[in-house]
């Protein structure tokens, strides 16, 4: 094996993992205030970034140093992984991608709003529905994954493989542009263990059991 190169794909790292739980959310970065009036205020402060925790399962010896030291390695400096929903590799309708195969899916378009697009190259009749993940690269210097989630309640490909626009989240960002390739199996983002949230976990005869890390999205890389 050659020396690691980063972020870790999913191969190299998430999918080694003998993951017992893991959370997957987009929480709101806003600042709220209450009026004297008892409303309650709130504003954007930043982006939204996915994040979640992750914990191991009772694991072997030797599990433990296969997963801990790559834990370790990610630990240093902040160096960065893929990292997917392990719930949903897939649409909901097409969960191992069997029916998606090798189409070349596309953005078709983007509408001003950074709230809509619509895809092309899918199979006929091919369906996304609500909370189905999609994501593509944008940028360069570095290079950015996107990741995002269907809002709309279902989204049918047409005889030319394509869809009407549709509406996701979060807002599409800065740098997303028309052509680039889809992902919609294991599609991901790019992330970094939270500093000081790593447990190793409690040995127990030849088991340890409760190893754990926070993770969250950066757009750094």
Known sequence: MGLLTFPLSVDDFLRRLPIAKITFDLPES???????????????????????????????????????TLIDVLRQGGRPFCAFDLRRPGPRADLTGSMLGSAPVQIQA????????????LPVGYVLQRGDYLGWD???NPIRRALHKVVDVSVTATAQGQTDAFEVTPNIREGATVGSPVRLIRPFCTAIIVPGSVTTGTAAATLTEGASFKWRQTLRY
């Open 30 to 68: 806003v600042e709220v205030s209450e009026t004297d009036g008892g409303d309650l205020l709130s504003a954007d402060i930043g982006t939204r970034l996915w994040q979640g925790d992750i914990t191991l399962g009772k694991i072997t010896r030797d599990e433990d140093a296969d997963a801990l």
């Open 138 to 140: 944008y940028g360069t």
């Open 110 to 121: 983007l509408l001003s709003n950074n709230r809509q697009m619509s895809l092309s190259g």
